[in-house]
């Protein structure tokens, strides 16, 4: 089969809701459209951009009710969106009637989200993140002014999806690829697709990235690719099923990656055991486990108090 176009998708989803709007929501039309959605992930994106279009005719077919009252003809609700169908189509399909403005999503720390974006992409956003999303006829801009998401880009090649984190900028036509904001720059990884990266004012210093490919770019526009290692995308990616996935890193690696999830923090009171290795996966909201299984690796005491929990004895 041939993959749809996003012009194709927002027209189609056009389509549903003047059937909806024609036939009405009948138990039958409504399992038909759940089929719709479930072909392609892109498709529930579209949905909810054409139902908040079609929100706003219907906001303006009220009005025409209104005024048609005192007019010798009157034009109903139904005839007004009806004859507004084909502009709303048009304007769907042309990318011009996204919301005017900016979306902004927000986590809190140990939050993680899954939102679908009004262009058909979709974003799951990691904890404690900020991030804002504007579309424009030529541009999908994404701003994240802290933290870290994951993006499955709607491919339109008329729209490149860019991220911008700081300095650094991340670009796709229609891929998968996640952005973590750093103070000196920001990680990029890509699971699907092609994704180019640099530094504002670097353009011509870029790295071009493929699925389960890395790279740091630094605010300074330096450029770090670390060499690949199997399955090192998708373990630092697992964050998105609510799991941190340890293969070799150390026990500060660690701690550092718990606390980004929990208000109660671990503390490595010997910084001797700070370059221990560790291997397994956990959970992301249970640092006291992860705590135990260094206890019961190391033979080093942990004390869990309400605040913090404290790996070892200090060094002296």
Same mark, same amino acid.
């Given at each position: ?19 909806? #709007? ?5 138990? %039958? ?45 009157? @034009? ?10 084909? $502009? ?6 042309? &990318? @011009?009637?996204?919301?005017?403005? %900016? ?47 994951? @993006?499955?880009? *709607? ?5 490149? @999806? ?21 103070? #000196? ?11 180019? $990266?640099?530094?504002? &004012? *670097? ?41 941190? #996935? ?7 690696? $660690?701690?550092? %990656? ?11 009171? #010997? ?43 200090? *060094?002296?």
């Amino acid at each position: 089969m041939t993959r749809q176009t996003a012009t194709q998708i927002e027209r189609e989803a056009s389509e549903w809701l003047m059937r909806i #709007d024609r036939e009405g929501p009948t138990p %039958e039309l409504r399992a038909a459209l759940e089929v719709w959605l479930a072909g392609d992930r892109r498709r529930r994106g579209a949905w909810l951009q054409a139902e908040a279009a079609w929100a706003m005719l219907d906001g303006l077919g009220a009005v025409g009710d209104d005024i048609g009252e005192q007019a010798p003809r009157r @034009f109903g609700r139904r005839r007004m969106l009806a004859g507004a169908a084909a $502009a709303l189509a048009a304007s769907l399909a042309g &990318g @011009f009637f996204l919301r005017p403005g %900016e979306d902004r999503y927000v986590t809190e720390v140990g939050e993680i989200r899954q939102v679908p974006l009004a262009d058909g992409s979709s974003a799951a956003i990691n904890t404690n993140s900020r991030l804002a999303v504007v579309y424009a006829p030529a541009r999908r801009t994404v701003r994240l002014e802290s933290g870290e998401a994951f @993006f499955q880009v *709607a491919r339109d090649p008329a729209r490149p @999806f860019m991220v911008e984190a700081g300095r650094v900028r991340a670009m796709a036509i229609g891929t998968a690829f996640s952005v973590r904001r750093r103070d #000196d720059g920001a990680d990029v990884m890509v699971t699907e697709g092609v994704v180019e $990266a640099w530094a504002d &004012g *670097a353009e011509g210093n870029r790295v071009r990235l493929t699925a389960g490919q890395r790279a740091f770019i630094a605010n300074n526009a330096a450029i770090v690719e670390p060499p690949p290692v199997p399955s090192g995308v998708d373990r630092a990616l697992a964050w998105r099923s609510g799991q941190i #996935d340890l293969a070799g890193e150390t026990l500060r690696h $660690a701690t550092d %990656e718990f606390n980004r999830y929990n208000r109660r923090q671990i503390v490595i009171a #010997d910084p001797r055991l700070a370059g221990e290795r560790f291997y397994g996966i956990f959970r992301t909201d249970d640092p006291e486990g992860f705590a135990l299984a260094v206890h019961g690796s190391l033979h080093v005491p942990v004390h869990a108090e309400i605040e913090a929990i404290t790996i070892g004895r200090p *060094a002296r």
